[in-house]
């Protein structure tokens, strides 16, 4: 078995970043940028309003003081008239800031007389205020999202603040996904009493689509060569292609003996893990093979912590590792064997702090265990005991609850 650790290195050094292409702006989302944006305006692009008001020279207000309104100014108007002494022009948020201007009184603070003809200033003010000056965001040329950034909602606002209709990111993997098991039968079967439903494939796609939207399940297969091994050559036209099941040490795990056969070349496959000790990655030219155990929360957690930053890596991510938060166990844990564990469990916030629990479950067979967790709590190999109040590291795998 090699640990944790020196596995996921092997998987990251065996995943290569895609190559980059050109998509339009409104498909970018979830992607990486394969290379740096630079701004081609000044932002804001002019002295801008940030308050509803009267633009005035600050050194005129000497509250109170009544100024004559020359103009009124909204956004998207180029203001025709320049600001003299004792004079005001009324402004919308976002206009441009009239020459002459040097500060913007907050319409609370002023009342307007003579039918908006003109204006008393109730309060003093400073030169500066409530003006976003032009440029003070950002420069022209100055570069606004670097290479590798994922192209969240406000990425793409940025993207399209500075024109780019159509941006360079880094492909995507297409991920297939077999089942493997005589027990298995399709979701839309009731099983006989030695039979299971095939859940494995669409939680295995569901985790993939969280990342990539290339992502097929390429079906179900008994424990026969022949059977696996048709599939599996299909399963090689993919980037990545992920088996649940059939690798373990019984007489009818054979995915291994399969994937050999087909010259795949094989990297590792038991980690010091659990729940997913047999655990097998390996490579047929430029695809990637990810067989993982059959029962689903160590199917789950293997895909988390090997295939998941694979996929980032592929994709241009420039970190790949689940966030950790540290927090306060609130029960005592007793440890299982000598190998990094990962138990399904519950965060919730409490002052300022973390507590976690672990949700009652039964072993790596039990998904309905998942369903209570949001992420997985982190037993070290050193560990002996852990105690209610140690703090512990939990790795997030799904938005708090």
């Given at each position: 078995?090699?640990s944790?650790?020196?596995?996921l290195?092997?998987?990251?050094?065996?995943?290569?970043?895609?190559?980059p292409k050109k998509?339009?702006l409104?498909?970018s989302?979830?992607?990486?940028?394969?290379?740096?944006?630079?701004?081609?305006?000044?932002?804001?692009?002019?002295?801008?309003?940030?308050?509803d008001g009267?633009?005035?020279?600050?050194k005129?207000?000497?509250p109170?003081?009544?100024?004559e309104?020359?103009?009124?100014?909204?956004a998207?108007y180029?203001?025709?008239k320049?600001?003299?002494r004792?004079q005001?022009?009324k402004?919308?948020?976002?206009a441009?800031v009239?020459?002459?201007a040097?500060?913007?009184?907050?319409?609370?603070?002023?009342k307007?007389?003579d039918?908006?003809?003109?204006v008393?200033?109730?309060?003093?003010t400073?030169?500066?205020?409530?003006i976003?000056?032009?440029?003070e965001d950002?420069?022209?040329?100055?570069?606004v999202?670097?290479k590798?950034?994922k192209?969240r909602?406000?990425?793409?606002g940025?993207?399209a603040a500075?024109?780019?209709?159509?941006v360079?990111?880094?492909?995507?993997?297409?991920i297939?996904?077999i089942?493997t098991g005589?027990?298995?039968?399709?979701?839309?079967r009731?099983?006989?009493?030695?039979?299971?439903?095939n859940?494995n494939?669409?939680?295995?796609?569901?985790q993939?689509?969280q990342?990539v939207k290339?992502v097929?399940?390429?079906g179900?297969?008994n424990?026969k060569?022949?059977?696996?091994?048709?599939?599996?050559q299909?399963?090689?036209?993919?980037?990545?292609?992920?088996?649940?099941g059939?690798?373990?040490m019984?007489?009818?795990?054979?995915?291994?003996?399969v994937?050999?056969?087909?010259?795949?070349?094989?990297?590792?496959e038991?980690?010091a893990?659990?729940p997913?000790?047999?655990?097998?990655?390996?490579?047929?030219?430029?695809?990637l093979i990810?067989a993982?155990p059959?029962n689903?929360v160590?199917t789950?957690?293997?895909?988390?912590?090997?295939?998941?930053?694979?996929v980032?890596?592929m994709?241009?991510y420039?970190?790949?590792?689940?966030p950790?938060?540290?927090?306060?166990?609130?029960?005592?844990?007793?440890?299982?064997?000598k190998?990094?564990?990962?138990?399904?469990?519950?965060l919730k916030?409490?002052?300022t702090g973390?507590?976690?629990?672990?949700?009652?479950?039964?072993g790596?067979?039990?998904?309905?265990?998942?369903?209570?967790?949001n992420?997985?709590?982190i037993?070290n190999?050193?560990?002996?005991k852990?105690?209610a109040?140690?703090?512990?590291?939990v790795m997030?795998?799904?938005g708090l609850l």
């Amino acid at each position: 078995m090699i640990s944790v650790d020196e596995a996921l290195k092997i998987v990251l050094r065996k995943g290569k970043k895609l190559p980059p292409k050109k998509v339009k702006l409104e498909d970018s989302a979830g992607l990486c940028l394969a290379e740096g944006i630079k701004s081609d305006l000044n932002m804001p692009p002019f002295n801008r309003s940030a308050m509803d008001g009267y633009a005035v020279i600050a050194k005129d207000i000497k509250p109170p003081v009544e100024l004559e309104v020359i103009e009124s100014i909204r956004a998207g108007y180029n203001p025709k008239k320049k600001i003299g002494r004792g004079q005001a022009s009324k402004i919308m948020t976002g206009a441009v800031v009239p020459d002459g201007a040097d500060a913007v009184i907050k319409v609370e603070e002023t009342k307007a007389l003579d039918g908006d003809k003109k204006v008393r200033i109730l309060k003093k003010t400073e030169k500066g205020a409530n003006i976003a000056r032009k440029g003070e965001d950002v420069r022209v040329g100055k570069t606004v999202l670097p290479k590798g950034t994922k192209i969240r909602a406000q990425e793409t606002g940025i993207l399209a603040a500075v024109g780019k209709s159509n941006v360079t990111v880094y492909s995507t993997p297409s991920i297939g996904i077999i089942s493997t098991g005589d027990e298995l039968v399709d979701i839309a079967r009731k099983p006989k009493p030695w039979q299971i439903r095939n859940s494995n494939s669409y939680s295995l796609a569901a985790q993939a689509r969280q990342i990539v939207k290339d992502v097929e399940i390429l079906g179900r297969v008994n424990d026969k060569k022949s059977e696996i091994r048709k599939l599996i050559q299909k399963g090689l036209k993919k980037d990545i292609l992920i088996l649940s099941g059939g690798v373990s040490m019984g007489e009818y795990d054979l995915v291994g003996e399969v994937l050999l056969d087909l010259g795949v070349k094989i990297f590792f496959e038991k980690v010091a893990l659990r729940p997913g000790k047999p655990t097998v990655f390996g490579m047929k030219g430029d695809k990637l093979i990810f067989a993982l155990p059959g029962n689903p929360v160590s199917t789950f957690v293997t895909f988390e912590l090997f295939v998941k930053p694979c996929v980032k890596k592929m994709m241009g991510y420039t970190s790949y590792e689940h966030p950790i938060i540290h927090a306060e166990l609130e029960k005592a844990i007793n440890m299982k064997k000598k190998r990094r564990e990962y138990r399904p469990a519950l965060l919730k916030q409490e002052g300022t702090g973390w507590k976690v629990s672990l949700v009652d479950w039964h072993g790596s067979g039990d998904l309905f265990s998942l369903t209570g967790a949001n992420g997985l709590l982190i037993i070290n190999e050193s560990v002996e005991k852990l105690n209610a109040g140690d703090m512990v590291e939990v790795m997030l795998t799904d938005g708090l609850l």
